[in-house]
């Protein structure tokens, strides 16, 4: 009997769909034409062009340093949002669970204009703060859930032990439970992390003068079509740093799987 190839074409079809827009604008990041129509030589103008350009760094530590503390307060309120869900049971937490998983539906457009209505009632003004705080609200969310998966399978049994050996609440839950939840914790962050930092939407509405991250940046760069080069110098090195931190982390993990 012949081998059905049909499987293998549709894995092909779907790489190069993938694959080939990246590897494009790549090949076009080293393209010496303003507008990439047509192959004008090899060269790292555009590249020069990017170090040059102030405004798109500052506009990437805009988005790290809003991607890092809604990393951080999601943990911290996705985490006991998710303790709570699981160690307690009625009709409460039912309405506690609905609202921690509403943001996963709601559609973006949706959350940025309710953010910026509320932001502009309580009269704060727009800036880094309220990008992130929307980014928050948003991802803590997905960290909610990813622990609350966590402790779908997580023995409360050790936190008895430790307190019938001695050690307070507190200690217990620092030495005992945090350690073991970690992994999930930390998997949430850096969900949160991802989410945070390729945002547009909701960070349209609610950044203020100043306050521009690399996304919405871009954004108003590609209006401009004299700007297409550095956008795809940016995406270049963007690319290469996710698979450089990919192949880190698999050549990390690879050591503690072969023992």
């Known amino acids: ?44 103008h555009w590249y020069q062009r990017l170090f040059e350009r102030h405004d798109l760094w500052v506009a ?32 409460l937490q039912t309405t506690h669970r609905a609202l921690v998983t509403i943001p996963l539906v709601l559609p973006d457009i949706l959350m940025g204009m309710s953010l910026l209505v509320l932001f502009v009632a309580v009269g704060q003004p727009l800036g880094l703060g309220t990008v992130t705080a929307a980014h928050i609200t948003f991802c803590l969310s997905y960290v909610a859930l ?6 779908q399978s997580f023995d409360f049994g050790v936190v008895e032990a430790a307190r019938d050996l001695g050690a307070t609440n507190f200690q217990a839950y620092r030495r005992v439970f945090l350690p073991l939840v970690a992994p999930g914790i930390v998997a949430g962050g850096l969900l949160a992390f991802t989410l945070s930092i390729d945002d547009f939407v909701i960070t349209y509405f609610v950044n203020g003068v100043g306050a521009d991250t690399l996304p919405v940046k871009i ?17 270049t090195l963007l690319v290469a740093v996710t698979f450089l931190a990919v192949l880190v982390v698999q050549r990390t993990i690879k050591p503690s799987d072969s023992r």
Do not use: C, D
């Open 146 to 151: 990813v622990v609350l998966a966590r402790l």
């Open 60 to 91: 990437l530590a805009n988005s790290l340093k809003v991607a890092l503390g809604a990393s951080l307060g999601s943990m911290i309120l996705g985490t006991s949002a998710a303790l709570v869900l699981h160690r307690y049971r009625s009709g």
């Open 1 to 44: 009997m012949k081998p059905n190839r049909l499987p293998f074409a549709i894995l092909l079809f779907v790489l190069v769909f993938f694959y080939l827009p990246i590897t494009l604008l790549v090949l076009n990041s080293f393209n010496a034409s303003r507008y990439g129509v047509t192959w004008q030589g090899f060269s790292l």
């Open 219 to 235: 954004y108003g760069m590609i209006k401009k079509s004299r700007e297409l080069p550095v956008i795809n110098a940016l995406s």
